[in-house]
Structures are given as structure tokens and as C-alpha cells.
Nanobody, 122 residues
Framework: VQLQASGGGLVQAGGSLRLSCAAS?????MGWFRQAPGKEREFVAV????????YYGDSVKGRITISRDNAKNTVYLQMNSLKPEDTAVYYC???????????????????WGQGTQVTVSS
């Protein structure tokens, strides 16, 4: 499965961005991690199916929404009320076998996109 991410860019604090990630095949979970310079990769959000359940990292909960278009094998990350600390490279990820107890661990995901830069200015 190949993942193609898009939608990053530069935005002022308080602004919004929407990221997209298209998969070349079917998976049972798709989502996003992010990595800021000098920091570890951080869980952002994942949508898992069947069941269409979404899971969010604590630092983004309430500001970010993940959604999915099954027909296009695509997930979207709508990010609102962005803060400078949201600045990072955002990586799309997917799995065919992620289990709920490990859904926030990067090791659970076999497929990764190329990353898209999100920069939030203060």
C-alpha cells in the first residue's frame, strides 16, 4: 500500500489546515503521526474500521477531526485553532492489522507516507 499525503503549509496561529492522505489499497486503519525537530514521533489521530471509530492524541483533542472517504481510500485531517506547537512534519500512516490496545504506537503501522510540513507562526 502506498500513501500520498498533501495539504501542509504555513498558517498563522488560530488558523486552519486540512491534510489529505490517499491510499493505493484498502486498509483497516489510516491516520497521522507528527514529528517536530528534536522530538519523538507523536500520535495525532487514526480512523479505524469496521466500526468507523476515531482516536485522537491528547494534545490535539478538540481541535482536530479525522474523517474518511471509503470510496477514495482517503482520510482527511481537519486542523483548527492551530498553535505554534503544532508545527511538525505530519506523516500519514496505515495498517491492515492494528489492534486497539496499540493504536497510538507508531510500531503498529506498516505503511507510511512521505510526510508533509505544517508550520504555524505565532
Amino acid at each position: 500500500v502506498q500513501l500520498q499525503a498533501s495539504g501542509g503549509g504555513l498558517v498563522q496561529a488560530g488558523g486552519s489546515l486540512r491534510l489529505s492522505c490517499a491510499a493505493s489499497g484498502r486498509t483497516n486503519a489510516m491516520g497521522w503521526f507528527r514529528q517536530a525537530p528534536g522530538k519523538e514521533r507523536e500520535f495525532v489521530a487514526v480512523n479505524r474500521w469496521p466500526g468507523d471509530r476515531s482516536y485522537y492524541g491528547d494534545s490535539v483533542k478538540g481541535r482536530i477531526t479525522i474523517s474518511r472517504d471509503n470510496a477514495k481510500n482517503t482520510v482527511y485531517l481537519q486542523m483548527n485553532s492551530l498553535k505554534p506547537e503544532d508545527t511538525a512534519v505530519y506523516y500519514c500512516t496505515a495498517s491492515n492489522s492494528v489492534i486497539l490496545s496499540a493504536i497510538r504506537l507508531s510500531q503498529s503501522y506498516a505503511y507510511w507516507g512521505q510526510g508533509t510540513q505544517v508550520t504555524v507562526s505565532s
